[in-house]
């Protein structure tokens, strides 16, 4: 019998995080059965009456949906590991995309060694589906089918980079007619991504960031998307500077001028929209970003991590979800690991805000889940229900960071992390058991990765605007005897 026919059941799980779908939320059930046919669920809930062709013990596992991340740069940003944790602009609002990350970023040629470890990381972490918001290559759609997760590729674009050449002013190389070019580039490659044969590819389309594309490209983007039913995504509100230059440039706040010029709605995701005019960090009393945001139906990729390094948190997940804000979580950062995102998403908005209410576990969970699949409009993704994608993971509930068990979603975010997810499951195939991927092995992407870190090493004082070396740039914790 092939996969594609046999029914499994997973007998009375100890924990099944069920999809209510009335009420449109996640529930818990206890010792309930769980049933997958082909790449499908067919059955959540108590008493499974029907035929099987395997059936597993589950009374010592939680059932929950797989992760959706929602926004994530794989095809570099492991490369960055040991360099950027703790380190930022102290003239440029603290951020490091400006004087740091074109210095640290790895050559192209090694996306695929690159993505293959985040992929792994990602899996024993409870992803399922991952959006790659990266630059378009024609292998990438194949790159991704090797590693067994589903996989949203948004081909990023933009008119061209930006720079500083003093570590307290940015500059931007901007040339539109390369950047309308690009963009026909990145529809081209998405439109391929989507029928790729695994069925678990689709490609959409990106401008880049707010302050390095035209508003013709932008609204170009986004009618390109419309028509394929998809939405954009493009970093806005992600920095100080950025808000500072779209107010020098047009007069309006960055979430102003998106809704300026027809941008900012429910097709629209904001990579990160932390600096609302309201933020903590910024003193601007003459706009109402939060308010324009929520009427507008445009969402939030919320991607904790790599901003709490940085000192920076979003004003906050429960804030933003309360108001009808729709908020997914992403990993934009090394590790690839939703479980530390949803944690710190929790620990950052409660410290922003003084208060423990201001960022639950709740939203959290819902937002790399049910929400975050609804954003890039896959409602069959991130919920356990019949005629849902067979998208799960399995918790040991036998791990002792689990135990005791009163709360399972707390024990794991707070608690057990990834080292109790056990097996993963993605379009109803095994891909994880007993927390090793099973599809490929990452060795050799190790060792690459190694490689490419030490060419970017070796070419930091080249590309540095101070000529500066790796060790002035990043210095290590202690300094190696000689």
Not at 125 to 154: M, N, Q
Not at 188 to 210: L, N, V, W
């Amino acid at each position: 019998m092939s996969t594609s026919e046999r029914t499994t059941l997973f007998r009375n799980c100890d924990w099944l995080v069920a999809w209510d779908a009335k009420a449109k939320t996640h529930v818990y059930l206890r010792d309930a059965d769980f049933v997958i046919r082909g790449k499908d669920i067919v059955h959540v809930g108590k008493n499974y009456a029907g035929g099987a062709d395997v059936e597993v013990d589950a009374r010592d596992m939680m059932i929950m949906p797989g992760f959706v991340d929602i926004h994530s740069h794989p095809g570099h940003e492991p490369g960055w590991k040991g360099m950027l944790e703790e380190l930022g602009s102290p003239r440029l609002g603290q951020s490091s995309l400006y004087e740091f990350m074109p210095v640290f970023n790895i050559a192209p040629e090694y996306a695929r060694p690159s993505l293959r470890v985040a992929a792994s990381e990602l899996l024993k972490s409870g992803v399922t589906t991952i959006c790659d918001l990266g630059r378009p290559r024609e292998s990438w759609a194949d790159d991704y089918a090797e590693t067994g997760i589903r996989a949203v590729l948004w081909g990023m674009f933009r008119s061209g980079p930006w720079k500083t050449r003093n570590g307290h002013t940015v500059e931007y190389d901007l040339d539109p007619k390369a950047g309308d070019k690009a963009l026909l580039d990145a529809i081209a490659i998405a439109d391929k991504a989507s029928k790729h044969p695994s069925g678990r590819i689709t490609g959409f389309i990106g401008p880049s960031q707010i302050d390095t594309c035209t508003e013709g490209q932008i609204r170009d983007a986004l009618d390109a998307a419309r028509e394929r039913g998809q939405p954009i995504q493009i970093h806005a509100a992600q920095s100080m500077i950025e808000f500072q230059e779209i107010m020098k440039r047009y007069g309006a706040t960055p979430i102003e001028w998106l809704e300026k010029i027809g941008a900012l709605g429910p097709d629209t995701i904001i990579g990160h929209g932390i600096f609302l005019n309201d933020h903590p960090w910024l003193h601007w009393p003459h706009a109402n970003d939060f308010e324009r945001l929520r009427d507008s139906g445009a969402g939030v990729a919320h991607c904790p991590v790599v901003f709490a390094r940085r000192g920076i948190a979003l004003n906050t997940l429960s804030r933003y979800m309360k108001a009808g804000i729709r908020c997914g979580i992403g990993t934009d950062s090394f590790p690839h690991n939703m479980l530390d995102e949803l944690r710190m998403a929790c620990y950052a908005g409660r410290i922003i805000a003084g208060s423990f209410t201001a960022a639950t576990t709740r939203d959290a969970f819902t937002a790399a889940t049910s929400m975050g699949a609804d954003m890039i409009r896959r409602p069959d993704l991130g919920r356990l229900a019949p005629g849902a994608k067979a998208d799960f993971s399995i918790v040991d509930m036998r791990n002792p960071y689990m135990q005791p068990d009163y709360e399972p979603i707390r024990s794991l975010v707070y608690s057990a992390n990834d080292r109790a997810i056990r097996d993963v499951y993605v379009d109803g195939r095994q891909v994880v058991r007993d927390g090793k991927v099973l599809d490929f092995d990452i060795s050799e992407d190790i060792e690459l990765l190694r490689r490419a870190q030490k060419e970017a090493i070796d070419n930091a004082p080249n590309v540095d605007w101070a000529g500066r070396r790796m060790d002035q740039l990043s210095p290590r914790v202690f300094d190696i005897q000689p």
